[in-house]
């Protein structure tokens, strides 16, 4: 097959080629003049046109407003050809106080809402620049940055913003460019000038040290950040990670037992629309079981109403299952992918971040010093040619007079510059009185005194660092923590570590008395009441256990097989009766018996031990079953069973056999395990274990008498020895019951 003739003007190219330089000049374009953010402004082209355009039509915070409509025309015909309403939505961002942390744009009329309702039409708004804008564009027309053609070459534009704020980080940006995205949250202003600060007086100070000055992001919206510091140190170390945003609520009483709880703020970037849609929607699904109802009574602040299904519901567990399902939490992400001061995108930490602003902000200054030395130098000049002028005044009128050429005369003969000479021939008869002469002379010697500094600070970086402190401490007071606007806004906390389990908090929360007999029947009774006379028991039987406790407790249930079993108290039979078999309730075999019964805490300790006398110690939170066949901790065998389960508090343990001896230990002596026979409390030659506890050595040993009485024995250095000795007989006085419990 022949090539295909050429035609005149027409290269021919592969197709691959031609797809790749064109796709990657798009990718180029949309990374540089759409997506990412510069780290010296914090601003996207579009954001920066819009600010100098308004700059330019003189909107400054003390001006009129403008129809947004103009600054949209300015900026689409002198710099920014693309559609108005991009630009518009650009505009509406920057000064919604709801998106920017810090607003750019002082908007009036309709900008939009956090319910997601759009702005009006452009011609209905106005705006100017608010005080943080024009910190940003403070000292633009002293030379201090570069500026470049616009797109059709007829006028020019910066490149970049002076800056004065760091907006970077103060307000945070967002966008998604070809195969790379950046997300930044904003944060104090007041935090990061405190950082920057240290920056100037230690260059290189790291993260964590940075992190005592900016704890975390501060959003426009508040709310509650919930991560770990150490989740937040990885994430500004790298410059990817994210944070956890939860909203901030409380509980409001009712009447009769009610509340209701309120959610004051909620997290950054959520349209409150949409989440009480999600929520009541969820509420209708049957996925909220504990809510009943959501209702909106918001004003100019947040105040979303969540009513409860019960008055009983704990708010807590309530509000970790709108967690996990609603957007009443979410997730911000982070991820500083910026362009850098050569206009290279790369994802920078938060160190990098910083002090790519504070580098640009010396260039800035010294940009200005050099443009201000030029000022002076041809003011001096000008200056210098007037005073050569009061010096031979006769002269130059006559020349000035008589001369066809004066301009040139007045060069050669007083040795002038063209400048010098046309200032003369410009100068004002008024100006020839004597006090106009002394006050160019003033003026001479303030301007070249002036110059002077100007050199030195050139050289002097110290003194570079003393003005961008003074600039940066200058920010911090007209925004920072202590303005109204600069206040932190998010708080920190922990988020509880617990799983929600929904059937479970459906429980009302009321007091009830579980009440045990010697023969295992088991029921409760509703209140809290104390056992006695009043409570009857089957012919034979009698109380062995009295617990106060809630319906939403559980029980921890220890059996003389070693075993530990775990019964939710609402689960317990209740109302009139003798009860039921606890052997009903647990798998607990009609051999074995009840060593003891309590209300289930996670945080304690327990001392278990065997009739054989062996025993250790074991955390409560290991010991939750979750059949009904129990969890074996203690291993007992032949004609040992577990004797004595009691709760650890104290430094000594006290161990008494039935041959009656006593010895007292140290606690350490006994170790921690999850399951095993333990290691040997006391010897005995005859007998075995009869009850064991821990005490406080110092505050005595309190051994129950019976009715209620309690006798404290302190002297008992006779009775302390080393675990797994014999002991010897109780002091005089001990109760001859044996038990210590």
């Known amino acids: 097959m022949s090539a295909p003739d050429k035609i005149d003007g027409i290269q021919p190219e592969p197709l691959a080629r031609a797809l790749g330089e064109r796709y990657l000049a798009y990718a180029l374009a949309t990374i540089m003049n759409r997506a990412l953010p510069d780290v010296r402004d914090g601003l996207k082209p579009v954001h920066r046109r819009l600010l100098y355009a308004m700059q330019q039509l003189k909107l400054d915070p003390g001006s009129g407003f403008k129809k947004s409509a103009r600054v949209v025309g300015d900026v689409i015909g002198r710099f920014h050809p693309h559609g108005d309403q991009s630009i518009y939505d650009a505009l509406v961002r920057l000064a919604q106080d709801f998106t920017q942390r810090y607003p750019l744009i002082d908007g009036q009329g309709n900008f939009g809402n956090i319910d997601g309702d759009n702005a009006a039409a452009m011609r209905y708004t106005e705006s100017r620049l608010t005080d943080v804008g024009m910190a940003l564009l403070a000292g633009i027309d002293e030379d201090t940055v570069d500026f470049r053609l616009t797109y059709d070459d007829v006028d020019e534009e ?62 426009p919206t508040g709310g509650i950040i919930v991560d770990y510091y150490e989740t937040i140190l990885e994430a500004y170390k790298t410059g990817r990670g994210g944070f ?82 609603s957007d009443l939490e979410t997730r911000v992400p982070l991820n500083m992918n910026v362009l850098d001061a050569d206009q290279t995108p790369r994802v920078m930490n938060l160190a990098e971040v910083l002090l ?107 003194a570079q660092n003393m003005i961008l402190t003074s600039e940066i401490k200058d920010i911090k007071a007209r925004f920072g923590q202590k303005t109204k606007l600069g206040a932190r806004r998010t708080d920190f906390a922990e988020a509880p570590e617990f799983e929600v389990d929904v059937l479970e908090a459906m429980i009302e929360k009321e007091p009830i008395t579980i009440l045990c007999s010697e023969k295992g029947w088991i029921r409760t009774m509703k209140g809290h009441a104390d056992g006695g006379a009043d409570i009857k028991y089957k012919d034979g039987d009698r109380e062995k256990f009295v617990i106060h406790a809630e319906t939403t407790d559980k029980l921890v249930l220890f059996g003389t097989n070693g075993k ?83 709760v650890v508090a104290g430094d000594t343990v006290a ?58 024995f302190t002297d008992l250095k006779d009775w302390r020895g080393e675990r797994a000795q014999a002991g010897r007989l109780p002091p005089k006085g001990f109760p001859r019951r044996n038990k210590l419990n």
């Open 564 to 646: 530990f079993y775990t019964v939710a108290a609402d689960k317990l039979p209740g109302g009139r009766g003798h009860g039921e078999p606890v052997r009903l309730v647990v798998d607990l075999g009609n051999d074995q018996d009840v060593v003891n019964l309590f209300v289930h805490d996670p945080e304690r300790r327990l001392l278990v031990a065997a009739s054989s006398g062996h025993g250790f110690i074991i955390n409560e939170a290991d010991v939750v079953a979750s059949t009904r066949g129990g969890r074996q901790v203690l291993n007992v065998s032949g004609a040992a069973e577990a004797q004595a389960c009691v």
């Open 158 to 219: 910066p490149v970049v913003l002076p800056g004065g704020f760091p907006n970077l980080l103060a307000n945070g940006s967002s966008g998604i460019a070809v195969g790379m995205a950046t997300s930044i949250p904003p944060h104090n202003a007041g935090e990061l000038c405190d950082a920057l600060l240290h920056l100037i007086k230690t260059p290189g100070a790291g993260i964590e040290k940075l992190m005592s000055f900016i704890p975390g992001p501060d959003f």
């Open 356 to 462: 790519s602003f504070l580098t640009h902000r010396r260039d800035v200054l010294l940009r200005r010093t050099r443009f201000r030395l030029d000022k002076i130098e041809k003011r001096l000049e000008i200056l210098g040619g007037y005073l050569i002028a009061y010096l031979n005044l006769d002269e130059v009128i006559r020349i000035i007079r008589f001369e066809d050429h004066p301009k040139q005369k007045l060069i050669s003969t007083f040795e002038l510059t063209e400048v010098q000479a046309e200032a003369i021939l410009n100068m004002r008869l008024r100006s020839l009185r004597k006090l106009e002469e002394m006050e160019i002379k003033t003026e001479d010697k303030a301007l070249r005194k002036e110059r002077t500094e100007l050199r030195k600070l050139l050289k002097d970086e110290g």
């Open 244 to 325: 956890r945003v939860r909203s901030n609520w409380h509980k409001e009483d009712g009447k009769r037992g009610t509340y209701v709880i309120v959610v004051t703020e909620i997290p950054y970037q959520i349209q409150k629309s949409r989440l009480i849609e999600k929520i009541a929607e969820l509420v209708q699904n049957k996925r909220l079981p504990l809510l009943t109802d959501v209702r909106d009574e918001s004003a100019e602040d947040i105040r979303l109403v969540l009513e409860p299904k019960s008055g009983k519901v704990d708010p807590d567990v309530l509000m970790e299952s709108l967690f996990k399902l």
């Open 655 to 712: 161990v008494i056999g039935d041959n009656r001896k006593l010895l007292l230990f140290p606690l350490d002596q006994l170790p921690a395990m999850a399951r095993g026979r333990g290691v040997k409390l006391q010897r005995y030659k005859d007998g075995g274990l009869a009850d064991v506890t821990t005490f406080k050595y110092k505050d005595g040993l309190g051994v129950p008498e019976g009715s209620g009485r309690i006798r404290t």
